[in-house]
């Protein structure tokens, strides 16, 4: 199969490029490479001859027209996306550009390009999406397809609008889609502004590691590898104009998901003393949602997928990474708005 990834430079986008690589698909990777996205991700793939990278903003339609036509994948994982909740939140604008009029663009371009080539049942646009569009839960329950949407941010705002337009392109053109709602995700080359990476780069560095409100938050985590594996099986297998939630059966708070990393820290890295006595409690991130928890049962019963890493696993194997990876995650240090609180208008 050949896919066009798009974002495939990016935390997700790229463990879907190596994913898929190391499966024997060829893979066409389009990244605009901002400041969230690095080619270093997929250094160990990118000598393959399946593999070809494309620079390009998702927003340029003659550009997406001229690489569809060079590459002419038979299918289009859409993953590309700003997805910082606290940039979000101070500056919105880029998460309307590129998260709605993107995908619009997206759309329009696959259109054109299917229908040229004759409208093939085999052609798939998968958009991959957020658990975030549904809002927030309170003690019980969990999301499934048929959630209402209800977005909270910014940022989740801008992907709800996403999704619908998505939706509407399979309704009114039949275009041959597939949805993917997912949870939290963490591994391997996370960038350095989302929580897990602040937690083990605050705790090496010895300064505060800032946990929002009382850390009571709780969120759903999926290993970075078992999405990018569940996302080759949508692709594959997912029925058109179906949505399917994709979770880690792994819901932690905030407090508790920094005391396992600071736990880990202490045995592979130990300090002088424990490195939970850095944990500092600050504000509040404006409309930070409760809880958010995923029932994943469609994507089980119907495609055979279940997640395969557990959290403490997935924790063990991240902070490793990043220990191993330090040149990695210096080179990325230096970015705007690393490092530095956010969303905090």
Known sequence: MKLLVTGGAGFIGSAVVRHAIRHGHQVVNLDKLTYAGSLSNVAEVSGSPNYAFEQADICDRKAIDAILARHRPDAIMHLAAESHV?????GPAAFMETNIMGTYT???AARAYWTADGKPDSFRFHHISTDEVFGSLGPTGKFTETTPYDPRSP??????????LVRAWHETYGLPVVLTNCSNNYGPYHFPE???????????????????????????WLYVEDHADAL???????????????????????????????????????????????IAFVTDRPGHDQRYAIDPSRIREELGWRPSVTLDEGLEKTVEWFLDNEDWWRALQGREGVGKRLGTA
């Open 86 to 90: 606290d940039r979000s939140i101070d």
């Open 106 to 108: 997206m759309l329009e």
């Open 155 to 164: 940022y989740s705002a801008s992907k709800a609008a996403s999704d619908h």
């Open 194 to 220: 989302k929580l897990i990476p602040v937690v083990i780069l605050k705790a090496l560095a010895g300064t505060p590691i800032p946990i929002y409100g009382k850390g009571d938050n709780i969120r759903d």
């Open 232 to 278: 080759l099986t949508v692709v594959q297998k997912g029925a058109v104009g179906q949505s399917y939630n994709i979770g880690g059966e792994n819901e932690a708070t905030n407090l508790d998901l920094v005391q396992k990393i600071c736990a880990i820290l202490d045995e592979k890295r130990p300090g002088n003393r424990p490195y939970a006595e850095q």
